[in-house]
């Protein structure tokens, strides 16, 4: 399926591809404000979250058009690596908007997060997928890079995770961090809240973060690990891609279905996240 169309036969991808190729221009994608979406010539696909002035932070519909984005994905051969970024050096994404208002069930033991589903592997996608970001990386932004392959970041990037100080459990975004870093990196990102923030060098240091670039050409870069990955047998790279990720799956789902009911026990009431929210310091210390 194209990025932004319908239902193309496999003659039509191969049109559709030899034409990009032969001219070497890309084809749009996603026509959803919140989220773009474009196939390159080179069988890259660029994902950018598109809502700077909030943050890049995801509301329901652009979470729904990323989720979207990856399910079309599973259907378009001509994508064979993604590069996931952002809008603006200010910020990657900072998770869900505050201003969105999520609907939930009344049990108890029911939570609908509309990020659980925003990420590529969540959509069943196992095309390879490389995160670039720029500036402030928090929250919700976990669920992205917690299924992301790897992550290149501009040297002005900052990761941080803001959910305790305002009386929230971070119990998805802690469990995808504990994924991928040191146990106690990952627990000192969670418990400090917003009084600190993690640099992109500390990030490279301890293995969050696989590549570092000078501000601004963070994507240029993961847009060459990209093709470089594109350019090999497609079978070999998605089950590569499979083992990858089948040697941390089992601890990893075990941890995620957890999550739900100690969001349910531990966060405080919503008018009382929204005082915390408005009282906030504005100072942090970046390590």
């Known amino acids: 399926m194209a990025a932004g ?34 196939v390159r010539a080179d069988g890259v696909a660029l994902v950018t979250l598109d809502r700077p002035e909030r943050h890049n932070a995801l509301d329901l519909a652009s979470a729904a058009e990323l989720a979207g984005v990856w399910r079309r994905f599973r259907f378009d051969d001509a994508v064979r690596a993604v590069v996931l970024t952002g809008t603006g050096d200010r910020a990657f994404c900072t998770g869900i908007d505050r201003s969105a208002a999520v609907p939930q069930p009344g049990s108890p033991y029911s939570l609908d ?3 659980r589903t925003a990420g590529p592997k969540s959509a069943d996608l196992w095309k390879p997928v490389v995160a670039a970001v720029g500036g402030m990386a928090c929250g919700g932004a976990f669920y992205l890079l917690g299924e992301a392959e790897f992550i290149v970041a501009a040297e002005n990037a900052t990761f941080f995770d803001p959910h305790t100080t305002y009386g929230m459990v ?29 640099s992109a060098q500390r990030a490279y240091e301890i293995g969050l973060v696989s590549e570092l670039t000078a501000p601004g050409e963070a994507v240029d870069a993961a847009l060459r690990a990209a093709a470089v990955i594109a350019a090999c047998p497609t079978e070999a790279v998605q089950g590569t891609v499979r083992a990858l990720w089948a040697a941390k799956e089992a601890t990893r789902e075990r941890a995620l279905s957890l999550a739900p009911h100690l969001i349910s026990l531990g966060n405080l009431p919503p008018e009382e996240q929204a005082r915390l929210f408005a009282s906030r310091g504005r100072g942090h210390r970046l390590r």
């Open 113 to 115: 997060d509309p990020l």
């Open 5 to 38: 169309g319908g239902v193309m036969s496999g003659g039509e991808r191969e049109t559709r591809r030899a034409e990009a190729a032969a001219s070497g221009v890309s084809r749009s994608g996603s026509g959803s404000p919140g989220v773009r979406a474009e």
């Open 170 to 198: 971070s119990a998805y975004e802690t469990v995808h961090m504990a994924q991928r870093m040191p146990f106690g990196e990952a627990a000192r990102l969670a418990l400090m809240g917003t009084a600190e923030r993690l």
